[in-house]
């Protein structure tokens, strides 16, 4: 097979990145053509992202691509971080920009939506992970606040809808990401009018579901002209970051895990239907959708956002992560444990001190070096995973003695050691750079190079090398665990 190429815009909370992948014989080479921050801005008392920069930065990759490196993609496509949307008005004018899902508009709104439609019942509907920033709590606190702007609304899009409207024109709303909405039944394979009812929203504001790998359209002629390029075709890849991960992991079989390592850790099981239960709900799973298909049974975890708000409250110290790290395996094992999903941590103004406070709260040693803290976070984060998966393994049909991790988080090698000894089970690290590319070979199926899910994940294990971490300290690890349980239940 001669070579393509195809670009991938993955956008996410902290950078956006264009990525060119080249398919050859079976193999990709990814070569990066721009990198831009992202970061949410902060207008008028509240979180919003400011997309039209985004935007042209996502411009400015494509003349880079097409002009500087005279490189010609078959397609193009974008993915991003979940839930977040903007509204537009008939003319096609977006509304406002979107807030960031850490704005503080959603407070008491999951409650509040509680008791008009009770979430047993929103979660037998919708199979999602209940959080307070979900796109359905975010319209309702619009609802709440008598916004103007849903009188004026016509289209609602997601965060990477918006981009391809805003490159092709075409107004879509594409499967895994409309899954993560809690507006969306898998049963029916479509909008839920009782939520939208509920919720006191015309649900004519939704768009047409796509799967992943549908053709949208044609870079317009006003973005050609712009970048000095060609109309190559804007595919809906799976344009939730976490899917176009999962699409990527180089595993085969059934008996695994996954945990995509970032800013967000999502752990989950891949599954050809939605599992939905009273113990999913217990454990607060979520069934959000894939390629093909198929649904990440999974759980959102904070991830490494505690390790990044503690290097940003650091900052004189201009630490690097590695610093951090190496720091970190300088401290005494297990001076404290935090639950890293604890809403203490979901935007503090000082992450090390929220991280105190709880330690102080739970009448813990309290860790007071940035070494402690940094070995805590990581520790916890490891436990956290375990928790997980105890709980990934009472829904699963098939066993799991496998986690594979894909992501950023890769590069941070104690925390992938951390967690095969807190799981006890070998933990495989699959590329870095996993969403852009699943988006990049999801674009090449759709165009037909490649012809299935099973093919692709066969391109990454041919053209990416694996790392093993073998479990190790199985009691230590084990008494540290039953400890972690034991905090959360006196925290809760």
């Excluded at 649904?295 to 991830?303: E, Q």
């Excluded at 991790?405 to 699959?430: K, S």
């Excluded at 090449?444 to 994940?457: F, K, N, P, T, V």
């Amino acid at each position: 097979m001669a070579g393509k190429g195809y670009l991938a815009f993955d956008l996410g909370a902290e950078s956006g990145r264009a990525i060119f992948g080249l398919l050859q014989h079976n193999r990709i080479e990814l070569r990066e053509i721009h990198r831009f921050p992202t970061g949410m801005m902060p207008l008028q008392g509240h979180l919003q992202w400011n997309v039209y920069r985004f935007y042209e930065e996502m411009l400015t990759a494509l003349t880079r691509c097409f002009q500087e490196q005279a490189l010609h993609p078959e397609s193009v496509a974008v993915d991003t971080w979940g839930v977040d949307f903007a509204l537009f008005n008939r003319e096609g004018v977006m509304l406002g920009l979107p807030y960031c899902y850490r704005d503080s508009r959603t407070e008491g709104m999951m409650e509040a939506f509680f008791r008009e439609m009770p979430k047993e019942q929103l979660y037998q509907k919708t199979g999602i992970q209940f959080m307070p920033f979900n796109s359905v709590f975010q319209l309702y606190s619009m609802v709440k606040a008598k916004s103007p702007v849903l009188e004026q609304a016509d289209a609602l899009l997601f965060m990477p809808d918006i981009f391809n409207f805003l490159l092709s024109g075409v107004r879509s709303s594409e499967f895994s990401f409309a899954t993560t909405s809690q507006l969306y039944n898998p049963f029916t394979d479509n909008w839920d009018a009782s939520i939208f009812a509920k919720l006191g929203v015309n649900m004519n504001i939704m768009q047409k579901i796509v799967q992943p790998g549908t053709m949208l359209g044609n870079l317009s002629q006003q973005v050609v002209r712009k970048i000095h390029g060609k109309p190559v075709p804007v595919v809906s890849v799976a344009s939730h970051d976490t899917a176009s991960a999962i699409a990527a992991i180089p595993a085969e079989g059934e008996q695994w895990a996954y945990i995509s390592s970032g800013t967000w850790s999502l752990m989950g099981i891949e599954s050809k239907k939605p599992l939905i239960s009273d113990k999913s709900l217990e454990f607060n799973i979520t069934n959000e959708g894939g390629v093909g298909r198929t649904f990440r049974v999974l759980k959102n975890i904070m991830g490494l956002w505690l390790f990044q708000q503690c290097r940003a409250a650091w900052q004189d110290k201009q630490y690097s992560y590695a610093d951090m790290v190496g720091m970190a395996l300088t401290a005494r094992p297990f001076t404290a444990i935090v639950d890293p999903d604890d809403l203490a941590f979901m935007n503090p103004p000082d992450m090390p001190a929220a991280i105190m406070e709880y330690c102080r709260s739970t009448g813990q040693a309290v860790p007071q070096s940035h070494a402690e803290i940094s070995r805590t976070v990581l520790e916890s984060l490891a436990l956290k995973y375990r928790q997980t998966l105890d709980q990934l393994r009472a829904l699963s049909p098939s066993p799991i003695d496998t986690i594979y991790i894909i992501g950023g988080g890769v590069q941070n090698e104690t925390l992938c050691q951390f967690t095969a000894n807190a799981c006890q089970v070998p933990v495989i690290t699959g590329p870095a750079e996993g969403t852009a590319l699943g988006n990049i070979l999801v674009q090449a199926m759709a165009q037909g190079d490649l012809h299935s899910h099973s093919e692709i994940r066969e391109v990454v294990r041919l053209s990416f090398p694996s790392k093993i971490f073998l479990p190790q300290e199985k009691e230590v690890w084990e008494n540290a665990f039953h400890h972690f349980q034991n905090i959360i239940l006196k925290k809760h």
